[in-house]
């Protein structure tokens, strides 16, 4: 079993929708959760980060921590074609240098 | 400001042959990494320095693969021979400094795409 399971959809929605992307872990030991933004042919970028568990607001973008469930949300209100991209979630344990475990990602199109 | 840059952008090379990939990451920021991301996949940590030392790599094949990061800058990856199964994209990525308390933002460069035939 992975230690961060994400669906790899693809997920299609068109502008203006709200977009909700998901991942569950297993390892309780996780503190810190990221979501990454991955346009093709380039690298990540990050694009939220939040420490244990609660929200985080940033703009249209909204990341959830549940460590109770462990279970970890990113929404995306106003959904824009610019959002096209692959979305990855990722997290690491509290100790110094901890080692970042991604999901797989979650393939969105936002249609015009 | 610069971001991490890497070269080559694209390689295709045959089953056995050598291959390296560069990587320049961002002034100031003392620890590298190395990424393996293969198609459908998220990145899966190769190798970790903090400055020139090589402080996690539990994860990299060191059969065939090596790294080094001399004077603690730029930093080389080497495939040799390379396999079939090495088809995937590398990428480095770079943060100030991960020695300290909680997660320093990691920042990636676009990656190598490698094709082994």
């Known amino acids: 079993q992975k230690e961060v399971e994400q669906d790899p959809g693809p997920l299609s929605v068109p502008e203006g929708a709200i977009v909700s992307l998901n991942c569950t872990y297993s390892?309780?030991?996780?503190?810190?959760f990221m979501w990454y933004r991955q346009y093709s042919r380039k690298g990540p970028e990050l694009l939220m980060y939040t420490y244990s568990s609660g929200n985080k607001e940033d703009g249209r973008f909204t990341a959830q921590v549940d460590k109770s469930s462990k279970y970890i949300s990113l929404f995306i209100r106003d959904s824009q074609p610019s959002d096209s991209a692959t979305y990855l979630c990722?997290?690491?344990?509290?100790?110094?240098?901890?080692?970042?475990?991604f999901g797989e990602g979650t393939q969105l199109t936002v249609n015009p | 400001e610069a971001g991490v840059v890497q070269s080559p952008r694209y390689k295709i090379i045959e089953k056995k042959q050598p291959v390296a990939f560069w990587c320049n990451p961002i002034?100031?920021?003392?620890?590298l990494y190395w990424y393996l991301q293969n198609l459908g996949q998220g990145p899966e940590l190769l190798i970790r320095y903090e400055n020139e030392e090589a402080v996690d790599d539990s994860q990299l094949p060191k059969d065939r693969f090596s790294a080094e990061r001399l004077k603690g800058v730029d930093s080389t990856l080497k495939i040799q021979p390379a396999e079939l199964g090495d088809s995937a994209v590398y990428l480095c990525a770079s943060s100030l400094d991960s020695s300290g308390s909680g997660q320093e933002t990691q920042y990636f460069g676009p990656g190598t795409r490698l094709l082994v035939l």
């Open positions: 390892n309780s030991a996780f503190q810190y």
């Open positions: 002034s100031g920021h003392n620890t």
């Open positions: 990722a997290m690491s344990g509290e100790t110094s240098g901890s080692r970042l475990t």
